[in-house]
């Protein structure tokens, strides 16, 4: 089974300032990887996936991640963040013969002006 | 507009009573997920169906039941043999063949408080 660990559970960060969440996964077999926003008392959004190809994938407002498959990783950034920023950050994996997707346990991004 | 309904947004139960929890999709996607989520432990897969008049256990299975009569409708029952209930629940779907690339579309959750 994969499994999925956020190493920071809180990120504090300045407006206009870069941020990096880190994700590290686990899977003998291939993996889909997925970056999904959450904004208080709603549902997941998705910034971005990687499925195959180029390993640095382009997502909405500005992030990008890198699938690192050495390493088993798939580091989310931005180089400038907003106070709009502020929400809770989920890294998720999916075998790519799967159907079930493993969420890590999140990355609450805090943004002070 | 397409997306995933879900009801109610707040709920109260006694500690005791079973409670269903809505989920209603309009996206035609053939699967459908249960999620619980607690602080600092992400998302944790409760069942999911593939198909309609089909569903498998997810990871935290006990003291839950669903159902899929319909394809649009996975309604989730907590059960009064759920230890601790009190958490957010997120229905989720995705559709494809066979479950296109995994990307799920999320409700907007349900906040089940047992008092």
């Known amino acids: 089974a994969q499994s999925v660990t956020q190493l920071d559970s809180q990120v504090p960060v300045f407006e206009e300032a870069p941020v990096e969440l880190r994700c590290n996964y686990s899977s003998s077999v291939s993996v889909y990887l997925f970056w999904y926003v959450q904004y208080p008392n709603q549902g997941l959004q998705l910034l971005l996936k990687y499925l195959s190809g180029s390993t640095l994938v382009k997502g909405i407002n500005g992030f990008e991640a890198e699938f690192n498959k050495s390493q088993t990783s798939f580091h989310l950034r931005k180089p400038s963040v907003h106070i709009s920023d502020t929400a809770e950050y989920f890294c998720a994996v999916r075998r790519a013969a799967g159907n079930k997707l493993t969420f890590g346990g999140g990355t609450r991004v805090l943004v002070k002006p | 507009d397409g997306g995933i309904t879900q009801s109610p947004k707040y709920l109260f139960r006694k500690e005791g009573q079973n409670v269903t929890l809505s989920c209603e999709q309009n996206l035609n996607h053939d699967a459908m997920y249960w999620y619980r989520q607690d602080p600092g432990q992400g998302l944790r897969l409760i069942y999911y169906?593939?198909?309609?008049?089909?569903?498998q256990k997810g990871d935290i299975a006990e003291g839950y039941s669903v159902s899929r009569e319909k394809k649009e409708s996975f309604p989730l029952t907590v059960t009064s043999a759920q230890k601790n209930p009190t958490a957010f629940y997120l229905c989720?779907?995705?559709?494809?063949?066979?479950?296109?690339?995994?990307?799920?579309?999320f409700g907007e959750g349900s906040r089940l408080t047992v008092l």
């Open positions: 169906s593939q198909i309609v008049n089909d569903f």
């Open positions: 989720a779907s995705t559709g494809g063949a066979p479950v296109g690339t995994g990307e799920l579309f």
